[in-house]
């Protein structure tokens, strides 16, 4: 059964710093994706992530993929308020399901 | 992108009520389609798949007799809590399965609070 975790769950960063989020998973996939959620609101996509060593980057996220470790990062450059926000990984189970993460739960502070 | 509506955003109805929430596709056909549920401040959980004209599939510990699933055609799928109590009040997210294309849609989110 596949298994998704993230770290850290919560996270209050210092605007202008940087920091990573991680996003473990259990079993073999082929695709993961990255997505925000803002309060009280649906999702948001971010990134999508098919082959080992996939980088993409939007602004001040850049996510990037290692499939051999089962391990996916999203990069937070020079972060601003704007980006407060929970962030989710998903990871392709089977054909079309997708397992969620935990979720990181982001706060910028000015 | 993909566009895909929910009716309604939000209700509040008393315990032992049915609700009814749409989901619609508003600019492609869906043949598939993911309905999640998200408690407060915790992850979104798979609860079914439903497929256009025959049965959802349902994600273990899901009742498949107290969330019905519709996929009458091709731009509609519904799910109806039935007999709705506290422990269903939940944002209920639909997501179309759009072959072929790599982002993953979602609806903006049906509020459900049962009282």
């Known amino acids: 059964e596949l298994k998704v975790e993230q770290n850290p769950l919560f996270l209050s960063m210092q605007e202008g710093k940087n920091y990573t989020i991680y996003c473990n998973y259990s079993t073999t996939s082929d695709r993961l994706y990255w997505y925000r959620q803002d309060p009280g609101k649906s999702l948001e996509s971010l990134f999508v992530?098919?082959?080992?060593?996939a980088v993409k980057q939007e602004g001040r996220l850049m996510a990037s993929l290692d499939t051999k470790a089962r391990l996916s990062t999203l990069h937070i450059t020079a972060a601003v308020h704007d980006l407060s926000a929970t962030y989710f990984c998903a990871v392709g189970s089977g054909t079309y399901k997708y397992i969620f993460g935990t979720g990181t739960r982001l706060k910028v502070l000015a | 992108g993909a566009v895909v509506s929910q009716h309604p955003s939000w209700v509040i109805c008393k315990s032992g009520t049915s609700v009814k929430i749409e989901c619609r596709s508003l600019d492609f056909q869906a043949t598939t389609m993911f309905w999640y549920r998200q408690f407060p401040k915790q992850s979104l959980m798979l609860m079914a798949t439903s497929n256009e004209g025959s049965k959802a599939t349902y994600e273990q510990g899901v009742e498949k007799d107290k969330f019905l699933i519709n996929h009458a055609s091709l731009t509609l799928s519904t799910l109806t809590v039935t007999s709705a109590h506290p422990e269903d009040s939940s944002f209920y997210i639909c997501?179309?399965?759009?072959?072929?294309?790599?982002?993953?849609?979602f609806g903006p989110g049906t509020r459900l609070l049962v009282l």
């Open positions: 992530l098919l082959s080992n060593g």
């Open positions: 997501s179309p399965l759009l072959t072929g294309v790599e982002t993953q849609y």
